[in-house]
């Protein structure tokens, strides 16, 4: 089984400054496309950044309420393209015995591209009838240290920093500590990796921790947060009003604009002293 693509690749590109010309080798962020399986029937295929796949598998699968602990998966692997020959774009989840997720009614409600994970009405009705607990309404963090997370998680950002073209998502627990960071093209990506790695270490639900994300707080964020049993999460741009508003229903704080000793809290300010 050969390894996945590569994260980063080189290219040749000119800069032009004030008329002056300079060419060189410019890293770039790499983009490609995973198909997801359970067994033989693909679920999905979204554009990522190569690397902790088989985490984002995972995450995909449990966010979406297609499995529900670490025990639901039986094995992940590479698997085949088209041709039959082993693919670092095929990620393949064989489930235990018996377990049979309903592919059909994902399907029929899902939407997947760099940009957005799933989205609508039908999909937020979706999130509330999986009853999943609401996040931990005891745990606390200080606006001190909130405040200090984003830079942190950028000196984090490995690929990010020879390519400046990725999105980040950052655990940390109520002290600030950096736990786990994920790095892929697409903002639910990064998250669901997060959430893979949380799921095949079994540390799920996070009720004690803080989720950061880089760029905005979409809904498709918030969905995934409240899945893992996230209580904070924050993100260094705005969210949306359907992500404010299933943050006040799911039980989830939400900070946005998170930068420069500056956040908004659009749900359940008491968790942030």
């Known amino acids: 089984m050969r390894h996945p693509p590569q994260r980063i690749k080189s290219t040749e590109v000119i800069e032009r400054t004030d008329g002056r010309e300079r060419p060189f080798l410019d890293d770039l962020a790499v983009e490609e496309p995973l198909e997801i399986r359970i067994g033989t029937d693909p679920v999905t295929i979204t554009m990522r950044t190569p690397g902790d796949d088989f985490a984002l598998a995972a995450g995909f699968l449990y966010a979406e309420g297609l499995i529900d602990d670490r025990h639901d998966v039986s094995r992940i692997n590479y698997g085949h393209g088209p041709d039959d020959t082993p693919s670092g774009n095929v990620v393949t989840v064989m489930l235990r015995p018996g377990l049979r997720p309903d592919l ?86 990064a998250v669901d990796k997060v959430i893979g790695d949380s799921l095949l270490q079994g540390i799920l639900p996070l009720s004690d921790h803080v989720l950061l994300v880089s760029g905005r707080g979409g809904f498709e ?53």
């Open 104 to 189: 059909g009614a994902l399907r029929r409600h899902f939407v997947s591209a760099s940009s957005c994970g799933i989205c609508g009405r039908t999909s937020m009705d979706a999130v509330h009838a999986r009853e999943a607990a609401r996040p931990n309404p005891h745990f606390t963090m200080s606006a001190e240290i909130l405040v200090q997370l984003p830079a942190v998680l950028r000196s984090a950002q490995r690929v990010f920093g020879r390519t400046g073209g990725l999105h980040a998502a950052g655990l940390f627990d109520a002290r600030g500590k950096l736990l786990l960071v994920r790095e892929d093209i697409g903002r639910h990506n």
């Open 221 to 273: 964020i918030v969905q995934k947060a409240i899945a893992a049993g996230v209580p904070v999460l924050a993100s260094v741009s705005a969210p949306s009003s359907l992500a404010v508003q299933l943050a006040r229903e799911g039980g989830v704080t939400l900070a946005g604009f998170l930068r420069e000793r500056r956040f908004v809290l659009y749900s359940h300010p008491q968790r942030v002293r």
